[in-house]
């Protein structure tokens, strides 16, 4: 990997608390082939790491992360495929990771991005963040980060997130669950996480792993299918007339 | 150690240790069992604890005098879960005061929990060096997932009312002195349920969730206790102080 790709998604750790951020502020941190694969190398030197037990995964500049980046693969043949899939192995991934995983979601986590942020073990955001899932708005089948947000927020709620589309405010997340820890405003957000990573770290390394294992075991995280099969629906789903005609408008604009 | 009080067709069980916050035993943990057993023309059963805590958890100073204690408290809870979940009758728990981490485990067991808005719940095990996953698969069924995660791996305590919104009370008042008298009014509408249909809607949710499989039960009972005795707990537990 070159100096620009391993930029993409930087990692730094004060044992035992590590920080994953992603970094590419200028596009909203949107999910880019090259951005998941730093997110991957990352994940895959994360899982190797027995000094950290918490990490804490955020975005670089104003946005978590603005989802899919789809304009740059629509006109390539396989190439969302490829996109889907390789953001389902990054959630698998991220859910594996020996130790315990803090989204600090410091502004928009929309579809993808979203999804990464209900992967993690925590999440933490502030009442005006916007998160949400608005593919179906788009002509787009959510069926990558679904597996997730059920496990997050349970079926039924993830129907009626997931069928409804648009963004919720960080406030409106707290009161469905989907965001664990609510603070008033992003200038409230990075004491917050501090004082929750280390909440966090003051437990038993290996009761906090034993725990999360079992944990995974019984949601069945463990399992590759869903996300995988969700792959393949979601890039069938774009390249239907309907999706095509949504996101050509939506890039037009 | 349990205190049994019929109240009409109910039977009102109380943790009776007020002086250690009602902090679990084996011995507790046994006779509340028995007592499940011999109070079988009750309606309804209504768990509860003596004085302003419903129950703290296990009893640390005694885990930390005899090792033997700290596997047969998580044995016995594991099967107190288990017994309070497959009572054909309704279960409901007053979590008043305080329900922390095997005491915050037995609500998963029940049909119903009443708690109030300050009441403090939680399972902040982890930071002792012990899995909290004995209590897990019934947490799990009983909040949203996520939620069930945040609370097992985080170390930290919840208010009631957030209790209430994440699924892990099912009705939250206002005062401390509201909470049991509820529990108690709420077993009494259960109890006037024909307790056949009730009995077979229950067997049914648990056998729809899982939660009458031993296999997932005994797995999270295994990871508790595969951690008992190790470096990390046995540390933990000597430093903290009582």
């Known amino acids: ?253 | 150690m349990i205190a049994f009080e019929p109240v009409g067709s109910l039977a009102v069980l109380r943790f009776d240790r007020e002086s250690k916050r009602n902090a679990l035993t084996p011995r507790m943990l046994r006779d509340l069992l028995s007592t499940l057993n011999t109070c079988a023309s009750a309606r309804a059963i209504v768990l509860s604890g003596v004085g302003p805590i419903f129950c703290a958890g296990f009893d640390l100073a005694m885990c930390r005098d005899d090792d033997a204690v700290l596997p047969e408290l998580l044995t016995g809870l594991s099967g107190v879960i288990r017994a309070l979940r497959r009572d054909p009758r309704p279960v409901v728990v007053s979590a008043h005061g305080a329900a922390v981490a095997g005491g915050c485990a037995l609500l998963g067991a029940a049909d119903a929990v009443v708690t109030h808005a300050e009441a403090k719940l939680g399972y902040p095990v982890v930071s002792i060096g012990i899995s909290p996953a004995v209590s897990a698969p019934t947490l799990s069924l009983m909040t949203d997932p996520g939620p069930a995660r945040a609370r097992l791996l985080e170390p930290a305590l919840i208010s009631g009312t957030r209790a209430a919104q994440i699924g892990l009370a099912h009705e939250c008042v206002v005062t401390r002195e509201e909470c049991e008298p509820r529990a108690i009014a709420l077993a009494q509408e259960l109890a006037q349920k024909p307790p056949g249909a009730f009995a077979y809607t229950k067997r049914w949710l648990n056998t729809i969730d899982g939660s009458d499989r031993d296999e997932t039960l005994e797995r999270a009972l295994r990871t508790s206790l595969e951690l008992v005795g190790g470096p990390e707990q046995v540390q933990r537990l000597a430093a903290l102080k009582l």
Do not use: Y
């Not at chain 1, 209900?118 to 788009?138: I, M, N, R, Y």
């Not at chain 1, 597996?147 to 406030?171: D, F, N, Q, T, Y």
């Open chain 1, 1 to 253: 990997m070159n100096n620009t790709q391993s930029d993409l998604v930087t990692l730094s750790a004060q044992s035992p608390v590590g920080t994953l951020t992603l970094n590419r502020p200028d596009a909203r941190n949107a999910l880019s082939l090259e951005l998941l694969d730093a997110l991957h190398a990352r994940l895959d030197e994360l899982a190797a790491r027995t000094d950290l037990h918490v990490l804490v995964v955020t975005g670089a500049g104003k946005a978590f992360c603005a989802g899919m980046d789809l304009k740059l693969v629509l006109d390539v043949p396989g190439a969302p495929l490829k996109l889907l899939t390789s953001l389902a192995e990054a959630t698998l991934k991220l859910r594996a990771l020996p130790m315990v995983t803090l989204a600090k979601v410091n502004g928009a986590a929309i579809g993808g991005g979203c999804g990464l942020a209900c992967v993690c073990d925590l999440t933490l955001t502030h009442a005006d963040a916007k998160l949400g899932f608005p593919e179906v708005d788009l002509g787009v089948c959510p069926a990558v980060v679904a597996p997730w947000l059920v496990r997050k927020v349970g079926a039924g709620h993830a129907r009626r997130i997931l069928l409804s589309g648009g963004l919720m405010s960080g406030e409106r997340a707290f009161s469905l669950a989907m965001v664990d820890h609510l603070v008033p405003g992003l200038a409230d957000l990075d004491a917050a996480a501090d004082t929750i990573a280390q909440r966090l770290a003051s437990g038993g390394p290996n009761a906090l792993r034993a725990t999360k294992d079992l944990l995974n075991h019984l949601d069945d995280s463990i399992n590759p299918d869903l996300p995988l099969k969700g792959a393949q629906l979601s890039a069938k789903v774009i390249a239907s007339d309907e999706a095509q005609a949504m996101l050509r408008a939506k890039m037009t604009k």
